[in-house]
């Protein structure tokens, strides 16, 4: 099983930065999907990006593509969510989750797929 924790969330103006940590520890390798969901008040879960396992295609919503950039270590064991241009929607909770397998810029967004998730950081918009 693998454990996940989300640090790097915060309270920021719009059009600021912030860059999220996900610290995994377990059995992680490369054939693990590293992804990052969010959930703002009220809302599902939604996708936000992945790295996928084994090819390592990097996916990303639509809604945030060009402002976030997911990144990982060599080993896996850290993954990274680097987010600018933040608007007041990007509030929300921000997850981590894994899985062994790799996915499509489809499957990516199924969090049915997920088996491990972190307890999630919140960030913080405003306007």
């Known amino acids: 099983q693998v454990q996940l924790v989300e640090s790097g969330g915060g309270l920021v103006q719009a059009g600021g930065s912030l860059r999220l940590s996900c610290a995994a520890s377990?059995?992680?390798?490369?054939?693990?999907?590293l992804s990052w969901f969010r959930q703002a008040p009220g809302k599902e879960r939604e996708f936000v990006a992945a790295?996928?396992?084994?090819?390592?295609?990097?996916i990303y919503a639509d809604a945030m593509k060009g402002r976030v950039t997911i990144s990982t270590e060599n080993t896996r064991t850290t993954m990274y969510l680097q987010m600018n241009r933040l608007e007041p929607e990007d509030t929300a909770v921000y997850y981590c989750?894994?899985?062994?397998?790799?996915?499509?810029?489809?499957?990516?967004?199924?969090?049915?797929?997920?088996?491990?998730w972190g307890q999630g950081t919140q960030v913080t918009v405003s306007s």
């Open positions: 989750a894994t899985f062994d397998g790799q996915c499509t810029s489809i499957s990516c967004r199924d969090r049915r797929l997920y088996r491990s």
């Open positions: 377990g059995r992680t390798s490369s054939r693990h999907t």
């Open positions: 790295i996928s396992g084994r090819n390592g295609a990097i």
